[in-house]
């Protein structure tokens, strides 16, 4: 994987694109709790690692809906391919930087900052690795997904294990990565609260 992806401004395109299908998807499935009508109610967000320039307003928000139904409101929030849960980096800089970088050394994390973000620090790269490493491989959601792979995924080569799996061409590979995380990005309905 190459750090040029983060450079790629039809990534951060389709990233979007598919965000907003999956946001279609829900709003026409209306109101899980009484039916009613799904309204736009996006959340605010300050990403780092990018978009270009061009797309930066529409990174500006993590795409939500609220029950338009009077004393119901309840939220539903579609799945994400653009943020990986509350990290403020997008979930491609977490992917890929994660993927490029196993050894967390002064050097790398000087490039990294001029490439991704000035603040980006050695604490969150170590975090991000054992979010990989420990956290990943322990979640519900990962003991059923990783039943899609006939191969046992190696877990010290999370993420790039992962990637590997997804074909040979750099951008499929990173979409088809946050898409098979996607489901991590909103909380299952039966553990939401209020
Ligand atoms: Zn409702």
Same mark, same amino acid.
């Given at each position: 994987?190459?750090?040029?992806?983060?450079?790629?401004?039809?990534?951060?395109?389709?990233?979007?694109?598919i965000?907003?299908?999956?946001?279609?998807?829900?709003r026409?499935?209306?109101?899980?709790?009484?039916?009613?009508?799904?309204?736009?109610?996006?959340?605010?967000?300050?990403?780092?690692?990018?978009?270009?320039?061009?797309?930066?307003?529409?990174?500006?928000?993590?795409?939500?809906?609220?029950?338009?139904?009077?004393?119901?409101?309840?939220?539903?929030?579609?799945?994400?391919?653009?943020f990986?849960?509350?990290?403020?980096?997008?979930?491609?800089?977490?992917?890929?930087?994660?993927?490029?970088?196993?050894?967390?050394?002064?050097?790398?994390?000087?490039?990294? $900052?001029? @490439?991704?973000?000035? #603040? /980006?620090s050695?604490?969150?790269? =170590?975090?991000? +690795?054992?979010?990989?490493?420990?956290?990943?491989?322990?979640?519900?959601?990962?003991?059923?997904?990783?039943?899609?792979?006939?191969?046992?995924l190696?877990?010290?080569?999370?993420?790039?294990?992962?990637?590997?799996?997804?074909?040979?061409?750099? $951008?499929? @590979?990173?979409?088809? #990565? /946050?898409?098979?995380?996607?489901? =991590?990005?909103? +909380?299952?309905?039966s553990?939401?609260?209020?």
């Amino acid at each position: 994987m190459s750090h040029e992806l983060l450079g790629d401004s039809r990534i951060f395109a389709l990233l979007l694109q598919i965000d907003r299908e999956f946001t279609a998807e829900v709003r026409a499935g209306r109101c899980l709790e009484c039916g009613g009508r799904l309204d736009t109610a996006d959340y605010p967000r300050k990403p780092r690692g990018g978009p270009p320039a061009e797309l930066r307003a529409e990174y500006l928000k993590r795409f939500s809906l609220c029950c338009a139904v009077d004393g119901c409101r309840t939220r539903t929030t579609p799945v994400s391919v653009r943020f990986l849960g509350q990290r403020v980096y997008l979930g491609a800089v977490v992917v890929l930087v994660s993927a490029m970088f196993q050894g967390v050394t002064e050097k790398r994390v000087a490039e990294l $900052r001029e @490439r991704v973000h000035p #603040t /980006l620090s050695p604490q969150t790269l =170590l975090r991000w +690795r054992a979010w990989w490493r420990e956290t990943l491989p322990t979640m519900p959601f990962w003991r059923t997904a990783r039943a899609r792979f006939d191969r046992p995924l190696d877990k010290a080569g999370l993420p790039a294990s992962l990637l590997a799996r997804f074909g040979k061409d750099e $951008r499929d @590979r990173l979409v088809a #990565t /946050l898409k098979f995380l996607s489901p =991590l990005t909103t +909380r299952p309905r039966s553990a939401r609260a209020g």
